[in-house]
């Protein structure tokens, strides 16, 4: 996941809004969206290759959801795979406050990454990027892509602002895709520099990347509401 936009505890009946795309190479085997078959409870995509996922949800309404760290180097290979940080918290009865604990205890056996998981009654970030940053979330609009916890990523500014415009016009679902499928290019002046070529900044700038071989694979829109019920719809691109 490299973009994710989500507003906690501004919506009556639905304390948790939240809209992401996913970023990856397109030969990455992936399974859409679905009840595990091995993990009767969790629904999310997978991810083939290393068994894990980058977004899913639970049958008591609890939400996780993962992006990695840019930095332009590459990803150590001794490290275990980051979207078991999304199911091991989906797949067990563990409070969110205890798996937070547990996750800064680990956080240094993965390569680079934010993780955001709770349910209706808190949501937390974490990560192990500038120093293990961690918190409980307060009420308000957020926004992450591959930096830290609302970075102003051209990327991340313009979904926020696109984001927060939708949820005050009470807008229906396919407007939150169809912002997700934004392909707008920053400036140059705008573009952070992450440690990639400037090629790459340009190519990853957009909320909805499209190139020959990397690009957004999929679209996702979490709603939790009162009661302990999540809904997760997920558009498919390639």
Known sequence: MCLIVFAWKLIPQCPLVLAAN??????????????????????????????GTWLGVDRRGRVAALTNIRNGQ???TDKRSRGELVANFLSNDIAAPTYLEQ???????????????GDEHGLYWVSNHDQAAFKSLEPGIYGISN????????????????????????????????????TTRASDARLP??????????????????????????????????????ELRERVIR
């Open 22 to 51: 996913r970023d990856e190479f397109f030969v990455r085997p992936t399974q859409p969206a679905g009840w595990w078959e091995d993990l009767p409870d969790v629904y999310a995509g997978r991810d083939l290759e290393a068994g």
């Open 74 to 76: 590459q990803p150590h």
């Open 103 to 117: 996750v800064r205890e680990e956080a240094a056996h993965y390569n680079g990454f934010n993780l955001i998981f």
């Open 147 to 182: 930096g830290s916890l609302d970075t102003p990523w051209p990327k991340v500014v313009r979904a926020k602002a696109q984001f927060a415009s939708l949820l005050c016009q009470g807008a229906p679902d396919d407007a939150y895709f169809e912002m997700l499928s934004d």
């Open 193 to 230: 520099d992450t440690g990639v070529s400037l090629e790459w900044e340009r190519l990853l700038s957009p909320i909805c990347i499209e190139s020959e071989h990397y690009g957004t694979r999929a679209s996702s829109l979490v709603r939790v509401h009162d009661g302990g019920h999540a």
